[in-house]
């Protein structure tokens, strides 16, 4: 047995109650009264082993409480839940919630700042410490008590063109964060931060410096990888060349962008890495959650890597080495002209973004994003919300080879629900979710359901043996986070955003009691 | 040979984004630009030229006639939910800031030649017209729906370059027809004004919206619009070309 997992044993036989200090070993196997983590485990299935809530009572569940952050934003983050209280964010705030009745005990407001307020995905924990990326690209450590800050570094130069809406990955005693920055051409790394000083312990880059000849930028990193201790792997996907749409200037692959890598999380030495866009003009960043199976495939048992790319390609990989057992479309795809002995997709250069256009399918948001797809383990399902579309891509000479470097227009898009068998690729149901594209999450729960939201701003419970609805609440519009659930007080919780509204739904005690 | 041009592209390229974004040290920034930045620069560029799906605002037709904020701010208040673009609660002078700044944006942009993103008109001249018409009467079935003496009439008189583009390939926007029949056997016909998979909404020919539970009332409904969803798997990128080129002769 490892020491991390002999660690694991040593808090929980000490019991939760009384610790309030988090130690990242809570990861392997959480405590199904938290969530510590940005997909709750370091596994990134998004499914938790809670079966209070069922498919036959979930007709019951309603609303606990909800929180309104009265922000005009939209909450896109993952809520953390450790010792009874929630932590949420958006672009420059953080608050703290009490997990019970959803009242605020804190809020952190960070300075006015000019960076990029797109979204933000949540705060990671370790010890009795938050940690927060900022617009401007600062590492902000807060006491989780009061909010107030600890220390504040800068990750990388905003004025550059950088700037940060990612949670931060506690590993060890690593914080490990990644950057966005598509508007210029800037390289993409990811840095391991010590959590008591917030000095630098590693950097990788995952493109060459900018300025080298023939040389691609970007490769942004700015979504939470997963990670598995018995290999003592850090799996994370990066995101899409730069100059964006222009490939001329960047021949070849364009190693490491729209990559997933492995990485030792003590060292950022790199061990493997894989690539579902080579040479990428779509701006499919591979960031989507790379989901950690064991199980078999082909007759063995392995360790494997799924990933839906944006790219509109299933894959999975052997998470020890890196190497393609299956590439599958999961939905229309038009860009490639084949699969190659690899496994990667070989892009069609009739269909790279030219002067006229090209109708391109997916879209540039991909035929999935950032939310979280779930894997299901008892019916070996990959659950995402895809995205059918098309896109129409424009790139010419004055365009230049700077940033965007030309132009694209989303065409048509729907969303709808898929059930993926991993082991084929093989679609086992769909459930149409609406017009244009939902965007919510997955959460599977061992009970067999799972939570997601549509494009009208329904939240939904569904039957995950075949993806028929159970239930439902009109939550105003649609869920852009991923759902997370957690025990409290013997209740099952799960707790969804809407616009800038948290809510926590949960079955009425008479239920719960009869248990 | 290929190097030198790319190096020469790059420093040009260079040149040209820089200059109106926010690393401009010898011009003051406009104070609209940090708010553009924050909220706007993501979707639609830092320099109001187009980003991540956002259009390019420098060469909207709203923009053109915005009046210090008086199109501009109604779009930013109520957001367009149906194109993806969220509400903004921002100050009015916050407001006047923006606009002033894309406005700057749009002026910046006019004023260079070349060496800037964005379709142009010239650049969807591409296909030919008789394969146009062709596939418009034949394997596109476009006819099937569409006359040029017809709804296209002068259709390239009302739409250019990209936004006729646009349009051809989905007319977004466009309403769907449905008819709901109740319970008692009456029939309602009017427009969809909503649908999830638990309540269906629609208009009646008087403008009164009616509500029902999907299961309690039976409906059909109309959505010509997929049929343009449905060609997007066939089309090549020649026919899409060449369908433009006819269209662009109903003027």
């Known amino acids: 047995m490892n020491p991390l997992k002999l660690t694991l044993l040593a808090v929980l036989a000490s019991g939760l109650a009384g610790a309030q200090e988090y130690d990242p070993s809570w990861q392997l196997n959480p405590p199904t009264t938290s969530w510590p983590g940005y997909h709750g485990d370091y596994s990134g299935r998004r499914h938790s082993p809670l079966t209070q809530i069922t498919p036959e009572n979930v007709a019951n569940l309603g609303l606990a409480w909800s929180f309104q952050t009265g922000e005009s934003g939209q909450l896109k983050c993952s809520p953390l839940m450790v010792n009874g209280i929630l932590y949420i964010t958006m672009p420059d705030h953080v608050w703290a919630l009490d997990a019970r009745s959803g009242h605020q005990l804190w809020h952190y407001a960070y300075p006015k700042n000019s960076g990029f307020h797109i979204g933000h995905r949540g705060v990671s924990m370790y010890k009795e410490w938050l940690f927060y990326t900022t617009p401007d690209a600062h590492l902000i450590c807060l006491n989780a008590k009061d909010g107030t800050v600890r220390w504040n570094v800068v990750i990388a130069d905003s004025q550059k063109g950088y700037w940060m809406t990612m949670a931060p990955m506690v590993i060890h005693n690593h914080v490990i964060v990644g950057v966005s920055g598509d508007f210029d051409n800037l390289t993409g790394f990811l840095k391991a931060i010590d959590p008591e000083t917030g000095k630098t312990q590693w950097r990788w880059d995952s493109t060459p410096p900018a300025g080298t000849p023939n040389a691609t930028t970007g490769g942004m990193t700015w979504m939470t990888g997963t990670y598995d201790p018995d290999l003592n792997l850090l799996y994370w996907g990066t995101g899409n060349p730069t100059p964006v749409l222009n490939g001329k200037v960047r021949p070849g692959d364009d190693l490491y962008t729209c990559s997933i890598v492995a990485l030792n999380p003590d060292t950022g030495k790199l061990q493997w890495a894989f690539q579902p866009s080579p040479h990428d003009t779509h701006d499919w960043d591979a960031v989507e959650t790379t989901v950690l199976v064991d199980g078999p495939f082909g007759g063995a048992q392995r360790k494997m890597l799924m990933q839906t790319s944006r790219n509109g390609y299933f894959f999975v990989l052997d998470r020890t080495n890196g190497k393609s057992l299956l590439t599958v479309p999961y939905g229309p795809v038009n860009w490639a002209t084949k699969v190659d002995g690899q496994g990667r997709p070989v892009s069609n250069p009739d269909k790279e973004p030219a002067p006229d256009g090209r109708l391109i399918a997916p879209d540039e948001g991909g035929l999935t994003n950032y939310r979280s797809p779930s894997f299901d383990p008892k019916t070996g399902l990959f659950i995402v919300d895809a995205h059918p579309s098309y896109g129409v891509y424009f790139a010419k000479p004055a365009d230049g080879s700077f940033g965007w470097a030309g132009a694209d227009y989303g065409v048509w898009g729907k969303g709808i629900l898929e059930a993926i068998d991993y082991q084929t690729g093989k679609i086992r149901w769909t459930h149409e979710l609406g017009p244009g594209g939902a965007g919510a999450g997955v959460l599977t729960t061992e009970s067999g359901l799972l939570f997601t939201g549509d494009a009208m701003g329904n939240v939904l419970a569904l039957d995950t043996k075949d993806g028929k609805t159970l239930w439902h609440s009109g939550t105003g519009v649609p869920m852009q986070s991923s759902p997370i659930t957690y025990e409290l007080d013997g209740h099952q919780h799960v707790v969804t955003s809407s616009g800038g509204v948290l809510f926590s739904w949960t079955l009425p005690d008479s239920l719960v009691a009869k248990r | ?251």
């Not at chain 2, 390229?13 to 926010?22: H, K």
């Not at chain 2, 990128?237 to 369908?243: Q, V």
């Open chain 2, 1 to 251: 040979m290929k190097i030198r041009f790319d190096s020469a592209l790059r420093a040009f390229a260079g040149l040209v984004f820089f200059a109106p974004g926010i690393y401009a040290a010898q011009a003051p920034a406009l104070p609209g630009e940090a708010i553009f930045v924050q909220n706007c620069a993501f979707c639609h560029g830092r320099d109001a030229g187009g980003g991540e799906e956002g259009p390019d605002l420098t060469r909207s037709k709203l923009v053109a006639e915005d009046v210090a904020g008086d199109k501009i701010g109604p779009v930013v208040l109520n957001g367009r939910q149906e194109k993806g673009m969220p509400r903004f609660k921002l100050a009015d002078q916050e407001i006047k800031d923006i606009a002033a700044y894309i406005h700057a944006e749009k002026k910046l942009a006019e004023s260079q030649k070349g060496g800037r993103r964005g379709v142009e008109v010239e650049d969807l001249q591409t296909g030919n017209v008789d394969a146009g018409k062709k596939y418009f009467n034949g394997a596109g079935k476009c006819s099937s729906c569409h006359s040029p003496e017809g709804d296209l009439a002068k259709v390239a008189s009302r739409y250019k370059g990209l936004n006729l583009e646009q349009r051809l390939l989905y007319p977004r926007g466009s309403v769907a027809s449905i008819v709901v029949t109740l319970p008692n056997g009456d029939k309602l016909t009017g427009k969809l004004a909503y649908k999830d998979e638990f309540n269906v909404g629609m208009r009646d020919t008087n403008g009164w919206y009616h509500s029902w539970p999907v299961n309690t009332v039976k409906f059909t409904i109309d959505a010509p619009a997929d049929a343009h969803a449905e060609l997007l798997a066939k089309y090549s990128d020649d026919d899409i070309h060449n369908l433009m080129a006819y269209l662009q002769t109903l003027q």
